[in-house]
């Protein structure tokens, strides 16, 4: 990649310093701070909030400039919020702790429209926020652990499953940010090796094997866009390298090897009828799920209905009493604790948050500026990753890890489009 020019160039003036600041830190400051995902995530979208609402005479933002991307973005982030209520208004109950977490996605979209106004050379301080969380990520776990009760290690603020996910998606955009913004220096291409490492590391540590899976998956989607134009020799070395590190992870940990064994151990006890067991209680609830969705279609159980009907199901014989009793935690699975609490609505509306963004990325991919073109590829990867994620766990029942995501998100579609405003006199944020 050519090195970019100087409006690409990490520098920032007295009045960008603030969002420069915010897209350097946010990932490592979600894991550092307790509440800090939330806190940092509300306080962006209620300055950009300020910002769109500010009087056009005071010249801190120029005048918008709105297209289908702003138009789909928008739909597809309020979407969450719009189904729970319909939802809940057809049940006559609503429920107010049930709209903070899809009222989170709504909140990325007045970030994501001042980001995109944003010059080229205030984005570009994103170029190492990916390694710095990562290894930050890793840091947390090796000066201050924390036992999560299960033989699994975390952090004070976290589950060992979202924290290792979290950890491991940042190390997989900060191998992805190499040369991104410009040809790297040896040091920041250590840094950003370091990143993956870090993220690795830090999955592997927490155990969290859920998000192991979206290891090969990612590595064959990055080979699928990158590899266009690239010798057969990258094709054929990058899956193999990738195999080779799952490979030495395995025969190096006895953690990893211990978790590989229990998957295999859990399927042979539900086969034989013990099925009190992780990947068992995962099974159970699925089937309760599904039989809910058979039953609710259209808008489900309403508010907190999965929990509520788990001692049914468990006096019903449908599930266990231990797995009734985990179920009132969660579904394990995101797409189900939407289909079950809000109907087919709801489905649909959590399915707009992983589908409009993957699309929005994808369009992208061959966009003329290098920049955007690598924060499109990295969008695609991150959205990926966490519908992975979601599959074994629920992603969005947490303030932080729903604040993570959209955030994110809103950073990576700006990153990803904000080329498209270049030339069109739409430079907001300007020095």
């Known amino acids: ?24 830190t946010y990932p490592a400051l979600t894991l550092i701070l307790r509440g800090g995902a939330s806190a940092v995530s509300i306080a962006a979208a209620a300055i950009s909030l300020a910002l769109l609402l500010s009087p056009k005479s005071w010249g801190v933002l120029a005048p918008i400039s709105w297209d289908s991307v702003n138009t789909r973005f928008s739909i597809a982030m309020a979407s969450p919020l719009v189904a729970v209520l319909v939802s809940e208004i057809w049940h006559a109950r609503i429920v107010s702790n049930t709209l ?18 944003t010059l080229g050379r205030t984005l570009a301080w994103s170029d190492l926020s990916f390694a710095l969380g990562a290894l930050a990520s ?3 776990l090796l000066i201050a652990p924390q036992s999560s009760g299960i033989d699994r290690i975390s952090s004070r603020i976290l589950n060992p499953i979202h924290y290792g996910d979290i950890a491991l998606v940042l190390g997989t955009l900060s191998i992805l940010s190499l040369n991104w913004w410009r040809k790297d220096s040896l040091p920041i291409r250590i840094l950003k090796i370091a990143g993956l490492i870090a993220g690795v ?16 998956v990612l590595t064959m989607l990055v ?15 990058l899956p193999i390298g990738v195999g080779a590190i799952m490979v030495c992870v395995f025969f190096s940990s006895s953690s990893v ?53 788990m001692q049914s199901f468990a006096d019903k014989g449908v599930l266990t009493p231990m797995a009734a009793q985990l179920g009132k935690g969660e579904t394990h699975n995101e797409f189900f604790a939407y289909l079950t609490d809000y ?12 589908v409009v963004p993957c699309a929005i990325f994808w369009k992208r991919l061959n966009a003329p500026s290098a ?48 080329a498209d405003k270049e030339g069109s006199g739409v430079q907001a944020l300007a020095p």
């Open 1 to 24: 990649m050519s090195t970019p020019t100087t409006d690409s160039s990490p520098s920032v003036s007295p009045r960008s310093l603030l969002p420069a600041i915010f897209l350097l």
């Open 100 to 117: 903070d977490s899809p009222s989170r996605f709504l909140a990325a979209v007045p970030l994501f429209l001042v980001l995109r106004q």
């Open 138 to 140: 890793l840091a947390i």
């Open 201 to 216: 590391a830090t999955s592997v540590l927490t155990g969290s094997r859920g998000g192991w899976i979206a290891v090969p």
């Open 223 to 237: 080979l699928a866009v990158r590899g266009q134009d690239k010798s057969r020799h990258w094709k054929m070395l």
């Open 257 to 309: 090897r211990d978790r590989i064994d229990d998957l295999s151990s859990d399927l042979a006890h539900y086969k034989q009828g013990q099925k009190d067991t992780s990947l068992g209680i995962r099974i159970q609830l699925y089937k309760a799920s599904i039989n809910i969705v058979k039953r609710h279609p259209v808008f489900g159980l309403g508010a907190h209905g999965f929990h509520d009907n």
């Open 343 to 354: 109907g087919v609505i709801g489905g649909m509306a959590l399915l707009s948050i992983y």
């Open 371 to 418: 920049p955007a073109s690598r924060a499109a590829l990295m969008g695609l990867t991150f959205v990926v990753a966490f519908w992975i994620f979601g599959l074994t766990v629920e992603t969005f029942d947490l303030k932080m890890t729903v604040s993570f995501y959209s955030t994110l998100i809103a950073i990576l579609a700006a990153l990803a489009t904000y």
